[in-house]
């Protein structure tokens, strides 16, 4: 059975630092990852989809990288930003199309003026 | 393009009412999925629909029934609602075929008494 861990659950920094959140998942034969924001009291909002065949996935001030072979991927956040605070969620899709994913309990970030 | 809507947004019940939760997806999407969400135990997976005129359970299905009415939605039932049904209900939607790419609407808080 798929498992998918985020480490730490919380963590708080300063504003302008560069960070990076971990999700690590148990089985490597993965369709893809999927990495999505969530802020208090509302919906989950999707950041970042890396296929099984990517290495990594590019926006704005987001990266994610997958590494499929060590069941790892990272979402590296530059020069954070107060509105940058909310909680990470990784989820991956077990197989193609149409699987429902498994997630991680995610990453609750404070960015701190 | 309002994406996936969910009705309604809170709702309180007693235990042993009935309610049904609504979804709609306006992306022409084949797959369909409701989760919930409770403190510590992350997005669990309560039904979902691969395409129209299917459904699967998921790892928390007891108590709940789905109907997926058409492509475009897909409704959660609770027959004789429970305080451990208390919860964040949230619907999901995605192309289902090639590019799992997941959807959420912005969710349903409801409280069992």
């Known amino acids: 059975k798929q498992e998918v861990t985020q480490i730490p659950a919380a963590l708080s920094v300063p504003e302008g630092e560069n960070l990076v959140l971990n999700c690590s998942f148990t089985d490597s034969a993965i369709y893809n990852l999927q990495w999505f924001r969530q802020d208090p009291g509302k919906g989950l909002t999707s950041l970042l989809l890396i296929q099984s065949s990517q290495r990594e996935q590019t926006s704005g001030r987001l990266n994610a990288s997958l590494d499929k072979s060590s069941g790892r991927s990272t979402l590296y956040i530059a020069a954070s930003q107060p509105g940058d605070s909310a909680t990470y969620l990784c989820a991956v899709a077990p197989h193609s199309g149409n699987t429902p994913l498994v997630f991680g309990k995610g990453t609750r970030l404070s960015v701190i003026a | 393009n309002a994406g996936v809507t969910q009705t309604p947004k809170f709702q309180v019940l007693k235990t042993g009412q009935s309610m049904t939760l609504q979804c709609a997806q306006d992306?022409?999407?084949?797959?369909m999925y409701w989760y919930r969400q409770d403190p510590g135990m992350g997005l669990r997976l309560i039904y979902y629909s691969a395409s129209e005129g299917t459904t699967d359970k998921g790892e928390v299905p007891n108590g709940y029934n789905v109907s997926r009415l058409n492509k475009r939605e897909f409704s959660l039932r609770l027959e004789s609602a429970a305080p451990s049904q208390t919860s964040v209900y949230f619907c999901?939607?995605?192309?289902?075929?090639?590019?799992?790419?997941?959807?959420f609407g912005p969710g349903t808080r409801l409280t069992v008494l």
């Open positions: 992306m022409n999407h084949n797959s």
């Open positions: 999901a939607s995605s192309e289902g075929r090639l590019v799992n790419e997941q959807f």
